[in-house]
């Protein structure tokens, strides 16, 4: 299976705040990778697929990079809304892997 | 768009068979990938397996010994069996729809908590 390391587990920021999520994968997964959102008690929502690509309705303010085994997701300008946790998802091979997660928190 | 809604008993036995079905509207099951994934309460999203039209599967090998996910086209609903359950099923599952690799959309999950 591949492994997917999320870092921060958790990171505090303010509202306006630029924020970044690195992804590592155990092995080199091209740009087959998603990021998703999930607020309490809600589904996870997908933002970025295919590494860079921003999902119909999603704000412009989130963005996704990298290829291989890096990735990142930004977030350029934190909103009160964006507070909840952030899961990566590789899709280049079977088990299909999440991240441990990525809880942004206020600061 | 698409819609998915997940059903079933919220408590199993231990060593019973835990049985979801979803439901798919707003688009036809005759097409894509469709998955079940699951979120033990406080933890992370684990992959389960999925299924596509045809009738073709992928299991997670960690479960593979014990789930069958099948689909009724002609209800529109795909499921999912994972037999001889313990606690460590105790979990939030979803269902989602893919085009074969990334989830969108999900449905809202389901609690199933596996008890005596």
């Known amino acids: 299976d591949i492994q997917m390391t999320q870092s921060p587990s958790s990171v505090s920021a303010s509202v306006g705040d630029r924020v970044t999520i690195t992804c590592r994968a155990s092995?080199?997964?091209?740009?087959?990778l998603a990021w998703y959102q999930q607020k309490p008690g809600k589904a996870p929502k997908l933002l970025i697929y295919a590494a860079s690509g921003l999902q119909s309705g999603v704000p412009s303010r989130f963005s996704g990079s990298g290829s291989g085994t890096d990735f990142t997701l930004t977030i350029s300008s934190l909103q009160p809304e964006d507070f909840a946790t952030y899961y990566c998802?590789?899709?280049?091979?079977?088990?299909?892997?999440f991240g441990q997660g990525t809880k942004v928190e206020i600061k | 768009q698409v819609q998915l809604q997940e059903s079933g008993p919220g408590l199993v036995k231990p060593s019973e068979t835990l049985s979801l079905t979803c439901t798919v509207s707003g688009g036809s099951i005759s097409s894509y990938y469709w998955n079940w994934i699951r979120q033990p309460p406080g933890k992370g999203l684990e992959w389960i397996g999925n299924?596509?039209?045809?009738?073709?599967?992928d299991y997670n090998p960690s479960l593979k010994s014990r789930v069958t996910i099948s689909v009724d086209t002609s209800k529109n609903q795909f499921s999912l069996k994972l037999s001889s359950v313990t606690a460590a099923d105790t979990a939030v599952y979803y269902c989602?729809?893919?085009?074969?690799?990334?989830?969108?959309?999900w449905g809202q999950g389901t609690l199933v908590t596996v008890s005596s």
């Open positions: 998802q590789q899709a280049n091979s079977f088990p299909r892997t």
């Open positions: 989602a729809s893919s085009r074969g690799v990334w989830f969108d959309p």
């Open positions: 092995q080199g997964i091209s740009s087959w």
């Open positions: 299924i596509y039209n045809s009738g073709s599967t």
